[in-house]
Structures are given as structure tokens and as C-alpha cells.
């Protein structure tokens, strides 16, 4: 008995003891509100990263010199230094050149992600668009088709197939990466948990929980990835 | 209808074509021959500016390609290219291959467009292949279902760069009617091949090219009987044997 007791004794006390729990469940609505901040960042965050990434990744495959030399430099900058600093940045140094200039946290959530993920997501729809056969471009533009209407009904829909397994990679890390915010008391699902840690104490069933959110948000995301991968192979 | 004007083409250091003049009236079928690298693919493909010119001038039916600003895209609404390697749209239906630029280019409704082009699919022997994929198709029957989807665009000019070149040679003969049948039309046609027979059978006129430059220009019998170039009889006696 008292070895069944000893096993399970950490449910009694330490970090994870049952009483913890009920605090935390009981509370559990803290949590939601962040979750669905964390929800509506990263799902308009996602949506600007693929607006940004396509039209930057198709500048990026252009042979259009100015256009090419500014997604390069884009994609340099955000690709090389820490998303942290760029939310800090905007958070803290655009007020500061646009005097009286509010941004929300959320939206400096969605800007913050969606143009750091922008970056990536264009690097993958460039080498997307270069992986079809010259041909292709050169049949669509000999039928009167401008560079960018090739682009959109010719290229990009051939080059989806490719780059659909990278592009769900990448929403995956953008929902993760969503938590920077709460540096920036941002309300997301990982600030509310910080939060709710630190007010209440219980660290352990709080970020189990947080965890598990984050969990629930991006595995669906992966066993698509996983699926679209597996297609793209026999195919 | 086509028009080059002292025309050269560099590839860096390359020559690809040295000062080009040549004159294409309308209906003409001009075929084009020349051994490997001459530089017969940069020639045609400088006529819809796929190659832009290093200098020079191209005009084709009246408009100015080479000036500043040139409406080269809607030039290329009415010249239509057949490549040696199909390049047709994989991820459209047959049918869909034809249609999408005569829509969204030219903005000709659905009806109209799939009216046309199973005109022309009926036209090329491949009325029942409407709805199947390119991937689905013989070599011949893709550059078929290619010269239909050329067609649906109701061009007045026909490029073709060696639309045979890469097919078995038992699916050369089911092409090459199709593209003399189109001779027979009023179209104005410029094709790239190494098909004698083709040449001799539908051609008004042929140009050879030795080095980037045109060394023989005339009918097909001035060509086979009576070549005047030294390099054109070594070509004719290499490739007639
Ligand atoms: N994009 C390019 N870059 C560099 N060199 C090129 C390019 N395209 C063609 N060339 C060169 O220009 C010359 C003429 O090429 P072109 O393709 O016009 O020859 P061709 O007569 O069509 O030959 P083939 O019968 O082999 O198709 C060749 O020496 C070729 O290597
Ligand atoms: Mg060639």
C-alpha cells in the first residue's frame, strides 16, 4: 500500500498535487481568453506571412532587378535576427518615430509574425516556383499571359503542391512563435499562463495546460504536413 | 507580317545570331533548317521576344517590339508558339489546356472558348481526350492537343521549334499531318525542323542557317535541287545521304 502511496504521492504534494489542479481548473477561463488571443494572432498573423510570402517569393523568382534585390534584403534582415527584438522593436521604437502612434498588442502580435514568417514563407514559394521547368513560364507567356498572371494560373498552382508540406511547417513554428507577445503583456495563451502562474503559484498544472494548448493547435497541422508529404511522395 | 531588321543576338561572348534580316509576308510557310546550334531556336523565339534582341529591330504584324515599352504581350495574344517539348499546362485538363488563355487573357467567355476548342480538339484527332490530363497522353498526342491549344487563341501567326524533335519516331507522322493540314489554311507560318519531307511537302520557302546567320533563303526546289552555299550541300548531302 504504502509503495502505491509513494508513486503516487506527487498528486498530494509538490508542483503537480491535486489541489493545484482544481485551483487551476477552476479558473480555467483565464486560459481560454489567452488561447483565443493566441488563436486570432496566429491565424492573421498566418494569413499576412502567406500574403507576404507569395508576393515577396514571386518578386524573389522574378527577373525584375529592383524587385529581386528588395525580397533578398527582406528576407536577410527578417531571417537574421531574433523575432524577439523585432516585436520589442515595434512595440517600443515605432511609437517612438511616429509620435503618438498606439499600436494594439495584437496587432503588433500579427505584424510581428506574420512579416517574420513572411520571410520564410517567401523563401519557400521562391524555390517553389523555380522548381517548374522554365517551359511552363515561357508556354503561358507566349500565349499573352503577363509574368504575374503566369504566375497566378500557371507557376504558383504547380508549385503549391510542392511547397504545401514546408508551408504547413512553417504555420506550425508561427503558432509557437505567436508567445513572444507576452513579453509585451501580449494576453495570449502563454502570457495568461505566466500570469496565472504567478499569481496563484501553481506553475505545474498551469503549463501543463499551456502546453497542452499549443498542442492542440499546431498537431493537427502536422499530421496534415505529415499527409501532404506522404502524397507528395507517390505521387 | 514578320519583319527583322539587321537583328543580332549574344549569349555573353556568344554569337548566337550576327545582323538577321528577314521579310515573312502574311500566309507565308517559311521553314527553317540548319544544323545543331546555328542558331535557329534563338531566330523564332526573337520573333515573340522570348529572346530579346541584343540589337536590331523586330516588327511583327505592324507593331514594333523593340521600341521602348513595346505591347509585346498583346502581340502574343496572335502569335502562337508550338515547342519541341509540348510544355502543356499539367495540372489542367486537356480541355482546360486550351481555354484558360483564350479566357483570362483574352477575355472570351466559357461557352465560347470550350465551343472553339473542341472544335479543334476534333480537328487534331482528340475529341475524346478532352478530360484527360496531359500526363495521360502520348507524346503525339500531347504536341496535338499543344498545336490545339496554339489554335484556340485563333492566331495569325504559327511558331513551331522542332514540334517533332522529341517524339518516337511512329508518332512523328500523326503530328506532321496535323501541321500540314494547317499549311493548307491561311495562316502565316514559320517552322523550325529537321524534317525534310515536311519541308519539301508544305513549305513556301526555305531559309538555311549556318553560325547565326542566314546563308540560303528560297522555295523549297531552289533549296533541294539547286543550293547555292557550299555549307547547304554539305548539310543536304549529310542529312538526304
Ligand atoms: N540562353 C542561352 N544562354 C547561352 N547560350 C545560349 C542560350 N540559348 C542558346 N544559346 C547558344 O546559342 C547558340 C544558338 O542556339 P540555338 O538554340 O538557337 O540553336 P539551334 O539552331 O536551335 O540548335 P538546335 O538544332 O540544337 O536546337 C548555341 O551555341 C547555343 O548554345
Ligand atoms: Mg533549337
Known sequence: ?235 | MITLVDVCKHFGSLHALQHVDLEVPAGQKLVIIGPSGSGKSTLIRCINMLEKPSSGQVVVDGVDLTAHRAPVAKVRQSVAMVFQSFNLYPHKTVLDNLTLAPMVVKGVSRDEATESALGYLQRVGLSEKADKYPAQLSGGQQQRVAIARALNMHPKIMLFDEPTSALDPEMIQEVLEVIIDLANSGITMVVVTHEMGFAREAADRVVFMDEGRIIEDGTPEHFFVNPQHDRTKLFLSKILR
Open chain 1, 1 to 235: 500500500m504504502s509503495d502505491i502511496f509513494g508513486r503516487i504521492g506527487f498528486l498530494q504534494e509538490g508542483p503537480f498535487a491535486i489541489p493545484r489542479w482544481e485551483a487551476v481548473f477552476s479558473n480555467i477561463d483565464l486560459l481560454w481568453q489567452g488561447a483565443l488571443v493566441t488563436l486570432t494572432v496566429a491565424s492573421l498573423g498566418l494569413a499576412l506571412a502567406l500574403a507576404l510570402g507569395t508576393v515577396l517569393g514571386v518578386m524573389g523568382a522574378s527577373h525584375w532587378t529592383g524587385p529581386r534585390a528588395f525580397a533578398r534584403g527582406y528576407v536577410e534582415f527578417y531571417q537574421n535576427t531574433p523575432l524577439l527584438i523585432q516585436v520589442f522593436m515595434i512595440f517600443n521604437a515605432l511609437p517612438m518615430i511616429i509620435s503618438g502612434l498606439f499600436i494594439p498588442v495584437i496587432t503588433i502580435g500579427i505584424l510581428g509574425v506574420g512579416m517574420y514568417h513572411g520571410a520564410y514563407i517567401s523563401e519557400v514559394v521562391r524555390a517553389g516556383i523555380q522548381s517548374i521547368g522554365r517551359g511552363q513560364l515561357e508556354a503561358a507567356v507566349s500565349q499573352g499571359f503577363t509574368y504575374v498572371g503566369a504566375m497566378r494560373y500557371i507557376i504558383i498552382p504547380q508549385a503549391m503542391r510542392i511547397v504545401l508540406p514546408p508551408l504547413t511547417n512553417q504555420a506550425v513554428s508561427l503558432i509557437k512563435n505567436t508567445s513572444v507577445i507576452a513579453i509585451i503583456a501580449g494576453g495570449d495563451l502563454m502570457y495568461a499562463g505566466d500570469a496565472f502562474a504567478g499569481r496563484f503559484g501553481h506553475y505545474g498544472p498551469t503549463y501543463v495546460l499551456v502546453g497542452l494548448g499549443y498542442f492542440l493547435m499546431c498537431f493537427p497541422l502536422a499530421i496534415l504536413a505529415r499527409r501532404l508529404e506522404d502524397r507528395t511522395r507517390v505521387a
